[in-house]
């Protein structure tokens, strides 16, 4: 794809793929669920033009990136070592580089920002914000208390169930049931249904942004690895706020831009916007906090839907620190 060079890294015990062109300081770009390094074809085009090398890994358990067995693997400290082992791999002489995530790679963002804020110069995030841990409070149990068993997150909970669930309903028509939601409300899977209400009567119009030989490269990297490394992370949320007990209260000492779309249902989330929006809320855990953008109309997939925009959103944000 228009000069994107792959390599494989033997790091942290497993090896990760790795999608790169462009020369100059480095960006790394962290996929979510159910994404690939193939998210960011877009942005990584954009920034190796712009002076940029543009780095995008499979994530542990995606596409042709490793994926361990044990659920246990998929803790945020065994991803954060990845990337830590990875930026060592690929910019051994870079002290630090810039970072951006979209949902889980967000996640996992604002986790090695917090763990190793000596390796980022600064982080945009997308979609979802950094969230204070409290190890009191189990958070499926909270997602539960508010949306009940069906909500989605719960679902994810019990190893070979969704993912049973997920193959009745194919791979290419999951993909594509994903990337085109927009519903900001609780999304929902429950058991014995259709929970995106399509059938074969009527099939998913694909949006201007997404194509069908996008979906295909999708599908053809998760028809081989099925969907349960991308799972397990949400199986390692109750575990990763146990594990966070030592950063309690800790802020985030990075420069960070924060971008979401206004129809994203992590927006739409029960407290969220004030969070975001608030002063005792996210700038509060992220002192460096420079900026929060709302872009009207847009979805969860953002950096999809709206390339062009992320990709002028991330320029001219960490172009100021060069």
């Given at each position: 794809?228009?000069g994107?060079?792959h ?5 942290n ?5 790795v999608?790169e062109?462009g020369?100059g ?10 994404e690939l390094w193939y998210?960011?074809?877009?942005q990584?085009?954009a ?5 940029y ?8 358990g995606?596409?042709e990136?490793?994926?361990p067995d044990?659920i ?18 690929v910019?051994?002489?870079?002290e630090?580089?810039f970072?951006v ?8 963002g604002w ?6 804020p000596?390796?980022v ?9 950094y969230l204070r841990s409290?190890?009191?409070?189990k958070?499926v149990e ?27 309903i194919?791979?290419?028509e999951?993909?594509k ?8 409300d609780?999304?929902r899977?429950s058991k014995g ?14 949006p ?6 996008d979906i295909?490269?999708y599908a053809?990297?998760?028809e081989?690895?099925?969907?349960t ?7 390692n949320?109750n575990r ?6 030592p950063?309690v209260?800790s802020?985030?000492?990075?420069p960070?831009k924060?971008?979401?779309?206004d129809?994203?249902?992590v927006y739409h989330?029960?407290?969220m916007k004030?969070?975001?929006?608030g002063e005792?809320?996210?700038?509060k ?5 420079e900026e929060?953008?709302v ?8 950096n999809q839907?709206?390339?062009?925009e992320?990709?002028?959103?991330i ?6 620190f060069?």
């Amino acid at each position: 794809m228009e000069g994107i060079e792959h390599r494989t890294f033997k790091v942290n015990g497993i090896n990760i793929h790795v999608a790169e062109k462009g020369q100059g300081p480095l960006i790394l770009f962290l996929h979510g669920f159910p994404e690939l390094w193939y998210s960011w074809r877009h942005q990584i085009l954009a920034l190796a033009s712009l002076g940029y090398r543009a780095v995008a890994p499979d994530l542990r358990g995606y596409g042709e990136t490793d994926a361990p067995d044990s659920i246990d693997s998929y803790s945020c400290f065994h991803v954060v070592g990845d990337l830590i082992a990875l930026l060592d791999a690929v910019a051994a002489h870079q002290e630090k580089v810039f970072l951006v995530g979209h949902d889980w790679g967000a996640i996992i963002g604002w986790f090695l920002c917090l763990f190793r804020p000596d390796r980022v110069k600064a982080f945009v995030g997308l979609s979802v914000p950094y969230l204070r841990s409290d190890p009191a409070k189990k958070p499926v149990e909270a997602w539960r208390s508010f949306y009940g068993d069906d909500y989605y997150i719960c679902r994810f909970q019990e190893p070979g169930e969704i993912e049973t669930e997920f193959a009745q309903i194919g791979t290419e028509e999951l993909l594509k049931e994903f990337f085109t939601y927009r519903l900001p409300d609780p999304f929902r899977f429950s058991k014995g249904t259709k929970p995106f209400g399509h059938g074969p009567e009527s099939p998913v119009a694909l949006p201007p942004w997404l194509s069908e030989e996008d979906i295909k490269y999708y599908a053809s990297k998760f028809e081989k690895t099925g969907f349960t490394g991308g799972v397990n992370y949400y199986r390692n949320m109750n575990r990763n706020c146990e594990l966070l007990a030592p950063w309690v209260g800790s802020e985030i000492k990075v420069p960070a831009k924060f971008v979401v779309g206004d129809q994203d249902l992590v927006y739409h989330m029960p407290g969220m916007k004030d969070y975001i929006h608030g002063e005792s809320g996210l700038k509060k855990d992220v002192p460096l906090l420079e900026e929060v953008v709302v872009m009207e109309g847009v979805a969860h997939f953002i950096n999809q839907e709206k390339a062009e925009e992320i990709s002028n959103h991330i320029f001219n944000f960490i172009n100021k620190f060069n």
